[in-house]
């Protein structure tokens, strides 16, 4: 059964940074396209990032320059430095993934987190 178990999630002042973990067991972690979505207050999950084990990598407008999405496969581990950050990156973020490789400006959808609530004051 795919688990994917996040951590990294806290409070932090606009302007700081953070770094999120998704562990992931349970499948051929290798062959999975990884990714990120997040959820703010009162609106629609959104994707943030994708990696492939292709190198393929997708990133939404809004973090471009200031997130990036990377793995460790000895770790099994996915990660999201987030740098820069403002009030509007206040979310849930959710470690997802999908069985089959990345593709160019996608989201994986199929397996989901829990969650790690980030929030950020300014």
């Known amino acids: 059964q795919v688990q994917l178990v996040e951590s990294g999630g806290g409070s932090v002042q606009a302007g700081g940074s953070r770094r999120l973990s998704c562990a992931a067991s349970g499948y051929a972690y290798s062959s999975y396209c990884m990714g990120w979505f997040r959820q703010a207050p009162g609106k629609e999950r959104e994707g943030v990032a994708a990696r492939g084990l292709n190198e393929v990598t997708t990133y939404a407008d809004s973090v471009k320059g200031r997130f990036t999405v990377s793995r460790d496969s000895s770790r099994n581990t996915l990660y999201l430095q987030m740098n820069n950050l403002t009030p509007e990156d206040t979310a849930i973020y959710y470690c997802?993934?999908?069985?089959?490789?990345?593709?160019?400006?996608?989201?994986?959808?199929?397996?989901w987190g829990q969650g790690t609530q980030v929030t950020v004051s300014s």
């Open positions: 997802t993934a999908d069985p089959t490789d990345c593709t160019g400006n996608y989201f994986p959808e199929t397996y």
